[in-house]
T-cell receptor, first 115, second 114 residues
Framework: AQTVTQSQPEMSVQEAETVTLSCTYD???????LFWYKQPPSRQMILVIR??????QNATENRFSVNFQKAAKSFSLKISDSQLGDAAMYFC????????????FGTGTRLQVTL | NAGVTQTPKFRILKIGQSMTLQCTQD?????MYWYRQDPGMGLKLIYY???????DKGEVPNGYNVSRSTTEDFPLRLELAAPSQTSVYFC?????????????FGQGTRLTVV
């Protein structure tokens, strides 16, 4: 079975600064997908960014980018120019190819954004 | 566009009671899921459905039942509630079987069993 580990329960960043959230995973599969989901205080999970394991190029979505290291099984999220609205729980998730959205989640990192 | 709607948002149950958590989506997605989120943990898959009339177990199905009679609705039934079922429950949907498909989540139901 796959596992996802987020070793940082809490992180803090000042507004306009950059922060990196860590995620590692364990799998024996070669074809899979990785995600970062945001859970604001409203509780509703929102997709931030996704990465296909077969793509070497790191995904980028505006201020959000990932550092995907397949050999190291590492998938970190970088948030640039942090904003107050970025404060939330961030979950790293894994999915096997062809299995719809049967996601395996990490335990989450709570991000605080300070002025 | 409502997306995925869950009701109720909060509920307190007594041990041994039963209830149904409702979930409906208006995006015509074939795939629907139920996850639970325990404090300090990530979400775990309870059940999922690939279309009307087809359901299957996820990682933590014990104590739950589901049905999928329509594309829109995917209710989760708790029989004989136990304190271990205290959790936040999320319903989600997606439009494709591809593993990179975005899952759309509801706002969750916070359930407390006392």
């Amino acid at each position: 079975a796959q596992t996802v580990t987020q070793s940082q329960p809490e992180m803090s960043v000042q507004e306009a600064e950059t922060v990196t959230l860590s995620c590692t995973y364990d799998t024996s599969e070669s074809d899979y997908y990785l995600f970062w989901y945001k859970q604001p205080p409203s509780r509703q999970m929102i997709l931030v960014i996704r990465q296909e394991a077969y793509k070497q190029q790191n995904a980028t979505e505006n201020r959000f980018s990932v550092n995907f290291q397949k050999a190291a099984k590492s998938f970190s999220l970088k948030i640039s120019d942090s904003q107050l609205g970025d404060a939330a729980m961030y979950f790293c998730a894994y999915n096997t190819a062809g299995t719809a959205s049967k996601l395996t989640f990490g335990t989450g990192t709570r991000l605080q954004v300070t002025l | 566009n409502a997306g995925v709607t869950q009701t109720p948002k909060f509920r307190i149950l007594k041990i041994g009671q039963s209830m149904t958590l409702q979930c409906t989506q208006d995006m015509n997605h074939n795939y629907m899921y139920w996850y639970r989120q325990d404090p300090g943990m990530g979400l775990k898959l309870i059940y999922y459905s690939v279309g009307a009339g087809i359901t299957d177990k996820g990682e933590v199905p014990n104590g739950y039942n589901v049905s999928r009679s329509t594309t829109e609705d995917f209710p989760l039934r708790l029989e004989l509630a136990a304190p271990s079922q205290t959790s936040v429950y999320f319903c989600a949907s997606s439009y494709s079987s591809r593993g990179n498909t975005e899952a759309f989540f509801g706002q969750g139901t916070r359930l407390t069993v006392v």
